[in-house]
C-alpha cells in the first residue's frame, strides 16, 4: 500500500441513512470512524443501533405493540390493587363481563403481534426470530388460558358450573378445574415473562439506549418468578404477597416497554424532520 492510499483505506464514508445513536443526528456521509458532531458520540455506537435506522412504518407497529401491551399491563396492576383494597367492590361485577375479557384478550395479542413484527434492518438473526415466535406461541396458551381462569372464576362467583363429561352443570367439575389451573397458570406466566423479557432485551440492545439496561436485566432476572406466584394464590399461606408479586412484575414490563417506546419515538420525529 502507497502512502497516498493510506488516507483512503483508513476512511470510511456512511452511505446508508444513519440516525445517531445519542441524539438521533443524520450521520449519512460523514467518516464511519469519526463522532457525532451534535453530541459526539462514536458512529460505531449508531452503527450497533440498527433497530433505529428501520423504516418509520416498522418502527411505529413496535411502537403501537409496546402501548397495547402497556395498557394490559397497567390494567393487571389496577386489577390486582382492586383485588387488595376493595374484592368486595361492585366494579367486579363490571370487570368480569364478557366484553371487558375479550377487549382486554385482543389488545394483549395485537399488542404481541405488533411487538413481534419483523424488522428487515435487524438482518436475519435466528435468537430473535425464534424468540418473536416462541413469545406468539406462549401467549397464544397464556392468554388462552387467562380466558379459561376467568370464565371458570365467573362461574364461582356466580353460583354455577358446567361438567365437560356430562354437559350439566354442576359445582366439581369447576372446582377440580379451578385446583388445577393455578399451576397451569403459574407455568404459563413464568414463561411469558420470561420470554418477554429475552425479547426486550434483544431489542433494546439495538436501540439508541442499548448500553442503559438496567431495568431490562432486572425484569428479566425478577419479572418470571414474581409473576409466577401470582396464580398461586390459593395455596400460599401470605395472599397479599402472592399478588404483590405479578403487580411488581408488571411493572417492570411497563418500565421497560416505555424506555423501548421513548428511544423510537425519539427515531420517528428524527425521521419526520428529515422528511421536511
Known amino acids: 500500500m502507497t502512502q497516498a492510499d493510506a488516507p483512503s483505506a483508513a476512511r470510511s464514508i456512511v452511505e446508508q441513512e444513519l440516525f445517531c445513536a445519542g441524539c438521533g443526528y443524520r450521520l449519512k456521509g460523514l467518516d464511519a470512524a469519526g463522532k457525532c458532531p451534535e453530541c459526539a458520540s462514536s458512529v460505531q455506537d449508531s452503527v450497533r443501533a440498527?433497530?433505529?435506522?428501520?423504516?418509520?412504518?416498522?418502527?411505529?407497529?413496535?411502537?403501537?405493540?409496546?402501548?397495547?401491551?402497556?395498557?394490559?399491563?397497567?390494567?393487571?396492576?389496577?386489577?390486582?390493587?382492586?383485588?387488595?383494597?376493595?374484592?368486595?367492590?361492585?366494579?367486579?361485577?363490571?370487570?368480569?363481563?364478557?366484553?371487558?375479557?375479550?377487549?382486554?384478550?385482543?389488545?394483549?395479542?395485537?399488542?404481541?403481534?405488533?411487538?413481534t413484527c419483523r424488522l428487515p434492518a435487524l438482518g436475519s438473526p435466528l435468537r430473535g426470530q425464534m424468540l418473536a415466535w416462541a413469545i406468539r406461541g406462549a401467549s397464544l396458551v397464556y392468554l388462552g388460558l387467562v380466558l379459561i381462569h376467568w370464565t371458570l372464576w365467573w362461574s364461582i362467583t356466580s353460583g354455577w358450573s358446567y361438567s365437560w363429561t356430562s354437559g350439566q352443570l354442576t359445582v366439581p367439575a369447576v372446582g377440580t378445574a379451578i385446583k388445577v389451573m393455578p399451576f397451569l397458570m403459574a407455568s404459563a406466566n413464568g414463561a411469558w415473562f420470561l420470554l418477554m423479557g429475552l425479547y426486550l432485551y434483544w431489542l433494546r440492545t439495538r436501540t439508541l439506549s442499548g448500553h442503559k439496561l438496567l431495568w431490562d436485566r432486572l425484569f428479566v432476572w425478577?419479572?418470571?418468578?414474581?409473576?409466577?406466584?401470582?396464580?398461586?394464590?390459593?395455596?400460599?399461606?401470605?395472599?397479599?404477597?402472592?399478588?404483590?408479586?405479578?403487580?411488581?412484575?408488571?411493572?417492570?414490563?411497563?418500565?421497560?416497554?416505555?424506555?423501548?417506546?421513548?428511544?423510537?419515538?425519539?427515531?420517528?420525529e428524527t425521521h419526520n424532520a428529515a422528511a421536511t
Open 222 to 268: 425478577v419479572g418470571p418468578p414474581l409473576a409466577a406466584v401470582g396464580p398461586l394464590h390459593p395455596y400460599a399461606p401470605l395472599f397479599t404477597l402472592t399478588w404483590i408479586g405479578p403487580a411488581i412484575a408488571f411493572i417492570l414490563l411497563v418500565l421497560v416497554l416505555e424506555r423501548l417506546r421513548r428511544d423510537l419515538n425519539r427515531v420517528l
Open 50 to 115: 440498527p433497530l433505529m435506522n428501520s423504516r418509520p412504518r416498522q418502527l411505529r407497529s413496535v411502537a403501537y405493540g409496546a402501548v397495547c401491551i402497556e395498557s394490559c399491563a397497567a390494567s393487571c396492576v389496577a386489577l390486582i390493587l382492586l383485588v387488595l383494597l376493595a374484592p368486595t367492590s361492585p366494579l367486579w361485577s363490571w370487570v368480569l363481563r364478557e366484553p371487558v375479557r375479550w377487549t382486554w384478550f385482543l389488545c394483549m395479542a395485537a399488542g404481541v403481534w405488533l411487538l
